[in-house]
């Protein structure tokens, strides 16, 4: 009997498996034809200085279209960019992308930045400086308020290697934000070792923090924290007007989420006339 459910189980697991590769390779296909078609597109989401109440920035948040029309979220295909080695493609078309809007709005705008996501792997690229200085020299915007928000934190362990391609960035202007801090990766030598300037607190703790002291807990240190390291805090997930209130007060520089606005187009008050 337990030798049978042994092979029941190796079954299942390799069942599990096959499925698995044909789901990457769907999505690989999908991938691939997105990027030589326009299929991929930007959704941004605001960021709002909390003691004002003035959007500091967008974060722009990929998507792609599929061919029935349906629109499908970087949690679907972003996993699948990295396995494949096709997010340093993603990752060029978003930064050239970002920085064509952020020309749209030097016009009118040029005090509002965006943020873009950029994976651990295409920042630790040798070829990662000099394509965004070409993209940037490009562009001639001359310095791009430009934020890059490093999500797969496994590629920064090779400290030395990361400081000095983001030190290289810094001199054009760019700033760096340390995504979804709190879980998975994220370490406080980076924050001690690497030139950021935004750290954001991960969408799990902002989101429980009226509800959860530990949250609330999380949230008071780290403000300490980046005060004294003179950073600035970002909140993720601020999906109610208490939630932002309780935010303000702890001293939480920024803040993004559903309650302030949903991922959507740019607004016509930061694009040029004609171009909204
Ligand atoms: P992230 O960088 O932490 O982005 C924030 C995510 O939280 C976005 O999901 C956003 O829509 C969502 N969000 C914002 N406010 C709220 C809220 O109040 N409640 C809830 N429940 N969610 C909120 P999205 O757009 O699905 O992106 C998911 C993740 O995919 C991003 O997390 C980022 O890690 C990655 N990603 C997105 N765009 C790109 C990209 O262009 N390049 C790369 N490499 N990764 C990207
Ligand atoms: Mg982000
Ligand atoms: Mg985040
Ligand atoms: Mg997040």
Redo the contacts with the bound molecule.
């Keep these: 009997k337990r030798a049978g459910q042994g092979e029941w189980v190796l079954h299942a697991d390799a069942q599990r498996a096959a499925q698995h590769s044909k789901q990457m390779s769907q999505w690989k296909q999908r991938l691939q034809h997105a990027l030589g078609s326009e299929g991929l597109t ?2 941004f ?1 605001p960021i709002l200085d909390l003691a004002t109440g003035l959007v500091s920035h967008f ?5 792609m279209r599929l061919p029935d029309g349906s629109i499908a ?3 679907e295909f ?1 996993g699948v ?2 396995e494949t080695g096709l ?1 340093h493609r ?2 060029r ?2 930064l050239n992308e970002s920085i064509r809007m952020l020309r749209e709005m030097a016009e009118r705008r040029p005090d509002i930045g965006v943020a ?4 651990g792997p ?1 920042l630790m690229r040798n070829d990662f400086v000099s394509t965004l200085t070409e993209i940037i020299k490009h562009s001639r915007l001359s310095r791009p308020r430009l934020i890059i ?1 490093i ?2 934190t496994a590629a920064l362990r090779d400290i030395k290697a990361a400081g000095a391609a983001m030190s290289e960035l810094c001199q054009l202007g760019c700033e760096f934000a340390l ?2 801090f709190g879980i998975g990766y994220s370490s406080f030598a980076y924050l001690r070792e690497l030139p950021f300037s935004y750290v ?1 607190l ?2 799990s703790y902002v ?1 429980q923090a009226l509800k959860d002291q530990r949250n609330q807990a999380f949230i008071r240190a780290m403000v300490l924290l980046a005060n004294g390291y003179q950073l600035k805090t970002v909140a ?4 109610s007007q208490a939630l932002q209130d309780f935010l303000a007060e702890a001293g939480v520089h920024y803040g ?5 606005a ?2 959507g187009p740019l607004p016509d008050w930061v694009l040029g006339e004609g171009t909204g």
């Design positions: 930007l959704s989401q974060e722009a948040l990929v998507r979220s970087p949690a972003i960019a990295e997010i993603v990752d078309w978003v873009v996501n950029v994976s295409t928000e999500t797969e995504d979804d954001k991960d969408g989101r993720e997930f601020v999906e993004q989420g559903f309650h302030i949903k991922p």
